[in-house]
């Protein structure tokens, strides 16, 4: 309760929570205001901005660009969210084994670790997506896939950090089994910090479903920002509104995602909101 | 103590000094109305429980109060200026060239990253104008070095903080206060988080510099035996309030405070009259045979790793009952018996044996079943409590793992906290809300929680205030009777040892030097290191003066009807 309080007078926090309140509801009632669909022609093509009805204009095939933006925040909130929890999973799991038993298994998961670490990820992304058809499952698992190592790094660290503690070490000693002390006694002090890297995963993971569906390899059927900005990137000359529309919400997004996660940091890091307050 | 001092000027004085606490704070002055002085050659001991506010007058001597806190009245007059109306150019000049600070960690006072002996040039040339040769200061800092007593300067200089000792850094600490011969050392508990044999090299260094150049000496300490052994005079504190102030001899012979009485007399004396015998059953409850571990640390990529022996053929035997302690410096390996008769760390070889069972050969669920008989409480009430553990789930999450029922546990687990001296309604509330000595208790209750037979205390007491230190000894006195519990005592303190313990080993370099009763190994020591560690106790010769007389009457009376 402390800490939502201290985060409710953060004021970058508060900033990035707001901004990325309003991109939530434009998700949710995208269908109300949009009825028809985004894929739908309602106008003649390269509609500008303001004309025949169309707030943002409508793009080469007369497609409202405005729905395609509010539909677009349905797509990029839940592959943002949804593959950042997958990576959280991985890496939290293979992070805590790693830490908690160290030795040979630390040492084999963490050269797993680096091997993803050493490719990048968005080449890995694009072989992923092209191996397995494009659908928005393939999708979050692909960026799940790539977006892990960092987290489990973190948590490995964490865990290193916890594990020798006296009070993991009295659990022990009070025989409480290695799963209990997990969970119970090094994961929730642990959990702080994996929260705000999961938090700035969601940020990279709309940028990475953008930057596929950019190189046309996101999910056909769903309108997303990056798909509108390589749809619209060859007439960008006459057409500027076409790109400029979709990157600016994805701009907008990724920011207020950052400013609500360094907020949430700064949180939830004692020593930090010891100071403020 | 000497009589010249008298006449001259105080190089320190500080009167009715309040510093008010930011509002919201447990109270609205840290420090009221203390008036004392430190004249030159004369050590002032400045003496009080954590919180009473001593380390606030330290750090305003030096005007290095924290800014949310601030001088509301009085006057602090350090040889003829106040530092708290001084710019800051006159600020850097008073700060390590009139008066010097020395501080409690040595390790986190010295810059990680710098070889001591640059850091002690340092010192010399933001002070000295105009500014020395390069051959000058580099003469200057091997004579601090030597002057410190730290073996061979050339080297040492050479060094990074982490290479040394402890005591070797409080040594250069020191040097580096020494560096522009100051007139007045502030000492903020400069011995406390040294073994007590540092502790007597390092309180015997500062008294023969302060004899030497006739400095005067603040010095804060919680410890009256470090009182008795240096100080000319001793100011006491209590929630920042001067509750006495007088020579050593007033203060401790006839106190006029009732805190103060209340202060000595909570120090462990090592009133080996007092020793109760308790009954004890010759029947041996744990045994530990030829244990050894040898901890061997990394170095460098061509250097053969360094070897540390924490053990050494360590053999004893532990009976029903009984409280054995352990003791010795830093390093002698006492803490790490008590982990590995834990299995917490794994010995190199040797053989613990406890119900029959040898406890190394142990895995798994018959490991969980030993364990629950074993208990220990560690140092660091702070760091063995889990911070987002309610304090009743911490005590009742034992007898759960082994099947006691929710509702159950959390019963006796209050229970428990009424029965160690706390608040059943306890239970509901987080560690942080509770101070060092509550929170030891709890880690107490939490370790008994199992009904084990045998309990660890790891430096259990070390942690605390004297007074919480004297409550938290009588409580686990009282539990041993009670639950029939024997108790290994590790210690690095044989005041403790001899209020509490039954049986003494003495330890050093993970081999057992000396073992025997406790009335034995402190009246008729038979090694060379027990003795050294004995004469080391501070204030021995002022707090035993009369008793230690009348304690080897009482024994050989023991001896003789026994």
Request: with cysteine; hydrophobic share 50%.
């Amino acid at each position: 309760m402390d800490a939502v309080r201290a985060f409710l007078r953060h004021p970058s926090g508060m900033v990035g929570l707001v901004v990325l309140l309003v991109v939530v509801v434009i998700a949710l009632i995208a269908p109300i205001v949009f009825p028809v669909s985004p894929w739908e022609m309602v106008s003649a093509p390269f509609t500008p901005p303001g004309e025949d009805g169309l707030l943002l204009g409508g793009d080469t095939l007369g497609r409202d660009v405005a729905a395609g933006v509010a539909y677009g925040a349905r797509v990029s909130l839940v592959i943002g969210i949804a593959s950042a929890m997958a990576a959280m999973v991985i890496g939290v799991t293979i992070g805590a084994i790693s830490g908690y038993f160290g030795g040979k298994v630390d040492l084999v998961l963490m050269r797993v670790t680096e091997l993803f670490q050493t490719i990048p990820a968005f080449v890995l992304a694009i072989l992923l997506v092209a191996t397995f058809n494009p659908s928005l499952l393939t999708i979050i698992l692909t960026i799940g896939a790539v977006s892990w190592p960092p987290l489990a790094r973190l948590t490995r660290a964490e865990f290193l950090r916890l594990r020798n503690r006296e009070f993991v070490e009295a659990a022990l000693c009070q025989g409480e089994g290695t799963l209990q002390i997990v969970l119970g006694h090094i994961l929730p002090n642990a959990i702080s910090p994996i929260l705000v890297v999961t938090s700035l995963t969601v940020a990279t993971a709309i940028l990475l479903e953008s930057a596929l569906s950019f190189m046309g390899l996101g999910d056909p059927n769903l309108m997303s920002w990056g798909f509108m900005i390589g749809a619209g990137r060859t007439v960008i000359r006459n057409a500027w509104w076409m790109s400029v529309f979709p990157g600016l919400a994805i701009l907008i997004t990724v920011l207020a995602i950052n400013l609500f996660g360094e907020g949430l940091s700064d949180v939830l890091n004692p020593r930090v909101s010891r100071r403020r307050s | 103590m000497s009589e010249a001092v008298q006449a001259k000027a105080p190089v320190l004085s500080v009167e009715g000094l309040s510093i008010a606490l930011p509002e919201g704070g447990d109270r609205p002055f840290a420090v009221e109305n203390v008036s004392f002085e430190v004249k030159p050659n004369e050590v002032v001991c400045l003496v009080g429980e954590s919180g009473s506010g001593k380390s606030m007058i330290a750090h305003a001597v030096l005007s290095l109060l924290p800014k949310s806190v601030n001088i509301a009245a009085g006057a602090v007059t350090v040889a003829g200026q106040d530092p708290a109306k001084l710019d800051r150019q006159a600020l850097r000049r008073l700060r390590g060239g009139e008066a010097a600070m020395i501080f409690q960690e040595p390790l986190s006072s010295l810059n990680p990253l710098k070889r001591v002996g640059r850091q002690i040039e340092e010192m010399i040339l933001t002070h000295q104008k105009p500014m020395p040769s390069a051959i000058e200061v580099h003469e200057r800092v091997q004579q601090l070095l030597t002057q410190v007593g730290l073996p061979n300067p050339k080297l040492l200089e050479k060094s990074y903080p982490f290479e040394l000792s402890g005591g070797q850094r409080q040594r250069v600490m020191i040097a580096m206060a020494m560096a522009n011969r100051p007139a007045l050392l502030v000492a903020d508990e400069p011995t406390t988080a040294l073994d007590v044999t540092t502790q007597r090299q390092i309180l015997r260094l500062i008294d023969d510099l302060r004899r030497d150049r006739g400095m005067g000496v603040l010095l804060i300490t919680h410890d009256f035996g470090v009182v008795a052994d240096v100080a000319d005079r001793v100011v006491v504190l209590r929630h920042g309030k001067v509750v006495e102030q007088g020579t050593v001899e007033e203060v401790l012979r006839s106190p006029k405070a009732d805190y103060t009485r209340e202060l000595i007399d909570a120090v462990p004396k090592a009133r080996l009259d007092e020793i109760r015998r308790t009954a004890v059953h010759p029947t041996p409850l744990l045994e530990v045979i030829g244990l050894e571990k040898t901890f061997r640390v990394k170095r460098g990529l061509l250097q053969p790793p360094r070897e540390v022996v924490a053990a050494d053929g360590i053999s004893l035997t532990l009976y029903e009952g009984e409280t054995l302690a352990v003791v010795g410096e830093s390093g002698s390996g006492k803490s790490t018996l008590g982990r590995m008769i834990m299995r917490l760390t794994e010995p190199d070889g040797g053989a613990i044996r406890f119900n029959g069972q040898d406890l190394r050969q142990l895995r798994g669920e018959a490991l969980r079943q030993a364990r629950k008989q074993l208990q220990i409480v560690f140092q660091d009430p702070f760091a063995s409590l889990d911070p987002r553990q309610k304090v009743g789930d911490a005590i009742a999450r034992g007898p759960m793992a082994f099947g006691t029922s929710r509702t159950e546990a959390m019963e006796q687990a209050r229970k428990l906290l009424v029965r160690v001296g706390l608040n059943a309604v306890a239970a509901d509330r987080y560690p942080h809300e509770f101070s060092g000595g509550q929170r030891q208790r709890i880690c107490i209750a939490r370790a008994l929680a199992l009904k084990p037979r045998v309990l660890i205390a790891d430096e259990a007491v070390s942690a605390l205030d004297v007074s919480v230190q004297a409550q938290v000894l009588a409580l686990l006195a009282e539990l041993r009777q009670e639950m029939k519990l024997a108790m290994i005592f590790i210690t690095h303190d044989l005041r403790i040892a001899a209020e509490i313990a039954d049986r003494v080993i003495v330890l050093q370099k993970g081999r057992i030097v000396e073992e025997g009763a406790t009335a034995d190994v402190f009246t008729a020591a038979q090694a060379a290191y027990t003795r050294e560690l004995l004469d080391a106790i501070p204030g021995r010769d002022f707090f035993d003066q009369p008793g230690f007389a009348s304690v080897t009457g009482a024994l050989s009376t023991a001896r003789m009807s026994s």
